[in-house]
């Protein structure tokens, strides 16, 4: 099945205790990106990556850290997470030539205290 | 700012009801128009779409015509079920780069029986 998964689904942490969010798909899809949801706020980009080793920032980059050193993961780093980071997190990807036609994985929460 | 305007929420309907969420949006040139859906729980998945002007995207029932002599993109349906009690995105893409995919807050919509 044709998927774009994430782990964990549901998290709690304390500010400063660094985490990552892991995101992997199984569509040989060049495109990767990440995205918050807040109320309100609807999504906004965070990072994206054309293809394996290249990455850039979206809208809100800053707090966060991604790389991708294989072409079906793309892992979401909180080197030192905030309150202000409590959010709904989404990964996605897409082919290259339906660039904006995205798959979405089902969601982290992220809880920060 | 963001060139997506979507309708606020939240919107409650009978079922059989005809369903409109508006969406404008500002953009030079030709963007293409997506809306997506956020069933409870999951990630967004691509409803329809509109690539250019007067294109009518459809899917499951669900309309959106491309008008850019008013800049919109509104959702239609002719008769919604329970089943289509969700969050609506109308999205926007100004094929300039890989970040450019904008998203509206989302219209929360319930279907009561």
């Known amino acids: 099945e044709a998927q774009v998964t994430q782990n964990p689904r549901y998290l709690i942490t304390v500010t400063g205790k660094k985490l990552t969010v892991t995101c992997s798909q199984n569509m040989n899809h060049e495109y990767m990106s990440w995205y918050r949801q807040d109320p309100g706020l609807g999504l906004r980009q965070i990072y994206y990556s054309m293809n394996v080793e290249v990455t850039d920032k979206g809208d809100v980059p800053e707090g966060y850290k991604v790389s991708r050193k294989e072409k079906r993961n793309f892992p979401l780093i909180l080197e030192s997470p905030s309150p202000n980071q409590t959010s709904l997190y989404f990964c996605?990807?897409?082919?290259?030539?339906?660039?904006?036609?995205?798959?979405f994985g089902p969601g982290t929460r992220l809880t920060v205290t | 700012g963001n060139p997506v305007t979507q309708m606020e929420g939240p919107v409650t309907l009978s079922e059989e009801a005809f369903l409109t969420i508006n969406c404008t949006y500002t953009a030079t040139g030709y963007p293409s128009l997506f809306w997506y859906v956020q069933y409870p729980g999951e990630g967004l998945q691509l409803l329809l779409k509109a690539t250019k002007a007067d294109d009518k995207g459809s899917n499951k029932g669900f309309e959106a015509t491309y008008r850019k002599e008013t800049t919109s993109f509104h959702l239609e349906k002719g008769s919604v079920q329970v089943s289509d009690s969700a969050v609506y995105f109308c999205a926007l893409s100004d094929r300039t780069g890989a970040n450019n995919l904008f998203f509206g807050t989302g219209t929360r919509l319930t279907v009561i029986p």
């Open positions: 996605a990807s897409s082919f290259g030539d339906k660039l904006y036609e995205q798959y």
